[in-house]
């Protein structure tokens, strides 16, 4: 079972290396034209292709490619010649840094938060965090980070630009990128702790929870010990399919911050059409995507007696 | 009986269910009271109110109900005015339940044992070592296989008969004074629920526990209970105790709740030797996907015949129908249609072929489109297949709705929500009938409905058979159905065919030894039929484990 | 529903409801007003940059000297016509090969349902952000983008919505009365597919709304001089570090019209779960 779940996972990792370098393939007219541009001499373009490898077959190239990223080697930038390996390598540390400082505040949040509305489903409580949630996922992610550094960095509490440098002590890299994580976390609070009450409040119509009831158990043992470990599947999959919104809601966040991230990067060679950059970029976090939805797969399939101890 | 003490004593009980925005009234003014160690039977069809007197019993309403009036007193105690922490310590403790689907209403997430052990820990009653020593004790007299080993598997690795006794054995574990039995063998097939049956007899005498006993099935609260109480619409009809009532009810709706099994079809004679039947099936094996359902089944259905297909849950009595209609095609043998072979997927067959061959469903509600006028549904297959349109297609409507006797005017623009069930199957009817066809697999039409129904959709389909010649399968699991409107029957176990002849012949000894086993297993009226019953399966030496 | 039903639902509709369905109203309204409402005209220059709020611009100017109220109004036909537009393009692509997927079965929808795993597999902005360096940045590109990746999501509920009601006996009854493919979408699927639909469409109009405003944000979506909330933000950021609350007001915009289609949304899912809690 489980196996065949980590099998399915390469195999889609497979397919997207494939989708991204054929996108590439895609691009009308000629890369090294286009880099050298119009002025450039027919020799100088065939040389280039050469140097780019793009005498070579498509199949070949793509497996070289693959080889070569596998090792960690994705190649130079077209904009500036830079192998992209060293212009990633501290990127990806903060824009990880940026996700899990996030992640680590929303996750124990919007799962207390989820539980307690679902327990006091109805109440005031749980209408006033209904619409609190609602329109905080309404709201653009700009909208938030604009909001927080309208109200919050006039103050002079906390930058509004969060410019980090890798010798940078922690205490000053967290307090830094506070506005950045604040807005992440609000943004994908709202998300998960909604999903997590409606995971559990689904469950509450079974009948194994009037049994419970019956059986003389109280509201709290019914929530936690009847209906938590059923919903555990489907919040397990909320939690991934959030951290994976984290890595997309980087991308803007970074922007307004102007942080050093992956995010920014691929932002900015999209404008510059550094296609090999963006294609690394884009590599990078499907691929991550695709390994937290792997793990949430395996969890949920961990977490569900009925796939782990057969008839 | 009558020196005993009282338990239970519910006075003009009042519960209201909120629908579309108002409260109505669900059971309206009922008295119930019950003696330590007494088993009350409540009787009554579909919107009777049980269910929901049951539940209140334990001070509980479900969502969306309330008590809104009477007094409920359990040992004393108001269960009305009780704080629901009180409301709570009693239940599970003192006042146990037993659901109609143990499946369903085990937590799947946890095993046995834990779910068991769950209300003595929680009341305080006894220790986890006590209490799993105490279930494997209990297990044990529920004749549950392996009693010290089955607690520690999870609800998915055991079987629906076995997990009711498990959960009649969880009932027990705090030793109530009282347990509420919510259809507890419904879901069963008929050989399951004898051996729950007892076992739940069994344990409650053993206790001297009470019990309030909640079932549709006459047969069945015959056996168990020792007092009886009839339920209408929320109101009784009336109570007395279970041999007088069963003796001479006295009631007009009592009387017509016993009548129903009378209703008995006059068996038509063979077809001549020289008849070709309508459908044949020769030689059928059929697989859904690797596995295989259907073995070698053959059986002929002729023109203004019911042959009854019988079996319990995974005899293949539906897939054979599935292989006739075409949606299963057979991995060998054929279906022949007056002696012709059908192409074996629906979508090779002609118009015509389809035409020929119509289909009632069990579930009314599935069957009916629900965003669907009863015109569309009804006056479809007639445009369809006839080409009608217009005032012809609106007359030929009019008069499918006359001959399944419901009014044209008031029922042509209805959407499906808005009829009973008895309607709604009413009108699968006249979809089928719609076509003109030879020849209708009717499948467990009658299983979800009511008694009384039940009766009006056997009498109408009989009527039909005979004003239109037509050829019946009539796929079902209930004997008494068999009994009322079958010329022939088919048994089949585990995809074969077992038996196979006339219905009269079917009814007589000598049996094959599993229809035998069907026929003895289907509660009869009399209330000692479970005693005996067990005492000649004991003799014989044939009493399942 | 009839026209009884319609008024009972309108009745029993909770404040929210009420509050998102005048939002809607209203942005409708302006948009189709826009060029009566705005004082200025959308691209004219009509004075000193980022003059303060005064009688004659009454929420200002901005960084090139274009009146804020008067594109503020433009951007309600544009981002949100633009939105509408992709996300009515995702919606008919996604439902009807949904729809089609679930009746069909067999091969065709084992191939949509794998193609449509694999782009659902890479995050939607991701993807949007390599398809438009491959494809280049325009509005119609944008729109075709955006589209493309959203009727993944419209496929998977379409067909997951379709396939509950495939099951249903009345489906079969239909199948093997030898009814067309066309029949059984139009006639007997889709009415009992359309609630959860409807409501998708509002959900899915909300995300496309928040994708194309990211875009134009970030500068790979619709382009000035056309006035859009996204880029209007982008281009006037910088006042926000000084206290400026004008920047803010496109953003402001997104987001109650956002606020305004989740709340009624989120009324319509309660109303169709059958009011159970």
């Given amino acids: ?311 | ?545 | 529903m009839n026209t009884q039903a319609v008024g009972k639902a309108l009745r029993t509709a909770p404040p929210t409801a009420w509050f998102g369905m005048i939002v809607i109203l209203a942005y409708i309204a302006v948009a189709f007003l826009a060029p009566v409402i705005a004082p200025y005209g959308e691209r004219e220059v009509v004075g000193q940059q980022y003059l303060p709020w005064s009688a004659e611009h009454i929420l200002g100017t901005d960084k090139l000297g274009r009146d804020m109220f008067t594109r503020l109004i433009y951007g309600a036909r544009n981002t949100v016509g633009i939105a509408f537009l992709t996300t009515l393009l995702a919606f008919l692509l996604g439902s009807i090969l949904g729809l089609l997927a679930a009746t069909t079965g067999g091969k065709l929808d084992q191939l949509l349902s794998r193609a449509v795993d694999v782009i659902m597999a890479i995050p939607a902005l991701i993807l949007a952000l390599l398809l438009l360096t491959i494809v280049g940045t325009s509005i119609t590109n944008m729109i075709l983008v955006i589209a493309l990746i959203d009727s993944t999501r419209v496929f998977r509920l379409a067909r997951a919505v379709a396939m509950n009601i495939v099951v249903m006996d009345y489906i079969e009854a239909a199948r093997l009365r030898g009814e067309g493919m066309r029949h059984l979408i139009l006639r007997e699927i889709l009415p009992n597919a359309a609630a959860p639909l409807v409501a998708e469409f509002g959900l899915r109009f909300c995300f496309v709304f928040l994708s194309i405003s990211a875009l134009s944000f970030l500068g790979l979506g619709i382009q000035p001089p056309t006035a859009d909330w996204g880029s209007m933000v982008r281009e006037n950021a910088t006042l926000i570090t000084f206290g400026e609350i004008t920047p803010l007001l496109p953003a402001g915009a997104i987001a109650l019209l956002t606020v305004g289609v989740n709340f009624v949304v989120d009324w319509m899912l309660h109303r169709a779960s059958g009011l159970k809690e």
């Fill in chain 2, 1 to 545: 009986m009558s020196e005993q003490s009282l338990l239970l004593e519910i006075k003009d009980l009042h519960i209201e269910g909120r629908a579309d925005e108002t409260w109505q009234p669900i059971v309206k003014g009922v008295d119930l009271t019950l003696h330590r160690g007494e088993v009350m039977g409540l009787i009554g069809e579909s919107g009777a109110g049980k269910s929901t007197i049951g539940l209140a019993a334990m001070g509980f309403t479900r969502d969306g109900c309330r008590i809104s009036g009477g007094s409920i007193e359990f040992d004393g105690i108001n269960l009305r005015k009780a704080s629901e922490a009180k409301r709570r310590g009693l239940r599970g403790k003192r006042i146990a339940y037993v659901a109609q689907s143990a499946a369903a209403s085990f937590n799947p997430a946890h095993k046995l044992i834990d779910q068991y052990c769950e209300a003595p820990l929680s009341h305080h009653v006894m220790s986890r070592e006590e209490a799993e020593k105490d279930a494997v004790e209990l297990y044990r007299r529920m004749r549950l296989p392996n009693p010290e080993e089955i607690g520690f598997r999870y609800p998915h690795q055991v079987s629906g008969g076995q997990l009711q006794r498990a959960m009649t054995a969880m009932a027990m574990a705090c030793r109530p004074d009282l347990i509420i039995f919510d259809e507890p063998t419904t879901a069963l097939d008929v050989t399951t629920q004898i051996e729950v049956l007892a076992a739940i007899r069994d344990i409650v005498e053993q206790f001297h526990t009470a019990a309030i006993y909640i079932t549709h099935d006459l047969a069945v609260v015959a056996q168990m209970a020792d007092r009886i109480k009839v339920l209408l619409k929320g109101d009784e009809v009336e109570e007395a105790d279970t041999r007088t009532m069963l003796a001479t009810p006295k009631e007009d709706y009592t009387k017509s709740l016993w009548a129903v099994r009378s209703h008995e079809r006059k068996e038509q004679p063979l077809a001549g030797p020289g008849e070709t039947p309508v459908v044949s099936l020769r030689n059928i094996d059929a697989a859904y996907g690797k596995a295989p359902v259907l073995f070698d089944v053959s059986f002929d259905i002729h023109a203004r015949r019911t042959v009854a297909v019988v079996g319990e849950s995974g005899s293949g009595k539906s897939t054979a129908a599935r292989v006739i209609t075409g949606l299963l095609p057979p991995s060998s043998g054929e279906v022949l249609f007056d002696g012709q072979a059908l192409p074996t997927g629906y979508q090779a067959r002609s118009k015509d072929q389809l035409r020929q061959a119509q289909m009632i469903y069990q579930m009314a509600d599935t069957a009916l489109n629900p965003m669907q006028k009863i015109r569309e549904i009804i006056g479809r297959p007639v445009a369809f297949y006839l080409g009608l349109s217009g005032k012809a297609l609106e007359e030929r409507t009019r008069e499918l709705l006359n001959l399944i006797e419901l009014e044209p005017d008031d029922f042509i623009d209805r959407l499906p929500s808005e009829l009973s069930g008895g309607q709604k199957q009413r009108i699968g009817i006249a979809r089928a009938l719609a076509a003109e066809p030879r020849f209708i697999i009717c499948d467990e039409v009658t299983s979800a409905l009511d008694q009384l129904v039940a009766e009006g959709i056997l009498k109408l389909l009989d009527r039909l058979q005979s004003e239109f010649d037509l050829a019946y399968m009539f796929i079902t699991h209930d004997l008494a159905t068999v009994r009322a409107i079958a010329d022939e029957v088919v048994v089949m176990k585990e995809g074969k065919v077992v038996e196979q002849g006339r219905k009269s012949e079917m009814f007589q000894p000598p049996h094959h030894p599993y229809t035998e086993l069907l026929l003895s297993s289907v509660p009869e009226m009399d209330p000692d039929w479970l005693d005996r019953l067990l005492a000649e399966r004991a003799a014989a030496g044939t009493e399942p484990a």
């Fill in chain 1, 1 to 311: 079972m489980i196996a065949l779940r980590l099998g399915l996972g390469l195999v889609t990792l497979f397919v997207i290396s494939l989708l991204i370098f054929g996108a590439v393939e895609l691009l009308p007219g000629d890369i090294a034209q286009e880099i050298l541009g119009q002025a450039a001499t027919p020799e100088t373009v065939a040389a280039f292709r050469r140097e780019l490898g793009l005498d070579q077959p498509a199949y070949i190239r793509y497996f070289v490619w693959l080889g070569d990223v596998l090792q960690g080697d994705f190649g130079n930038s077209l904009a500036n010649g830079r192998p992209i390996t060293d212009l990633i390598a501290t990127r990806l540390g903060n824009t990880l840094f940026l996700a899990l400082y996030a992640a680590v505040i929303a996750v124990p949040l919007a799962l207390t938060l989820g539980i307690l509305a679902a327990l006091f489903r109805n109440s005031l409580y749980d209408r006033a965090v209904n619409i609190f949630t609602l329109t905080s996922i309404s709201f653009p992610e700009f909208f938030v980070a604009y909001i927080l550094i309208f109200l919050l960095s006039q103050t002079g509490w906390f930058p509004s630009i969060a410019n980090v440098s890798p010798e940078m002590a922690f205490s000053e890299r967290i307090h830094r990128t506070f506005l950045p994580a604040l807005t992440l976390t609000l943004v994908v609070t709202a998300h998960m702790m909604r999903m997590t009450r409606a995971a559990i409040i689904n469950l509450l119509a079974s009948p194994y929870i009037e049994m419970a009831k019956l059986k003389g158990a109280s509201p709290t043992a019914i929530i936690l010990r009847h209906a938590l470990p059923n919903a555990l599947a489907p919040i397990i999959n909320v939690i991934a399919l959030n951290l994976a919104y984290l890595i997309t809601g980087v991308v803007v966040v970074e922007v307004v911050f102007v942080y050093p991230g992956l995010g920014q990067l691929m932002v900015d060679s999209v404008s510059k059409r550094d296609i090999t950059v963006v294609q690394a970029a884009a590599l990078i976090f499907a691929c991550a995507y695709v390994l937290l939805n792997l793990a949430a797969d395996v969890l949920s399939t961990l977490s569900n007696p009925r796939l782990v101890h057969s008839r």
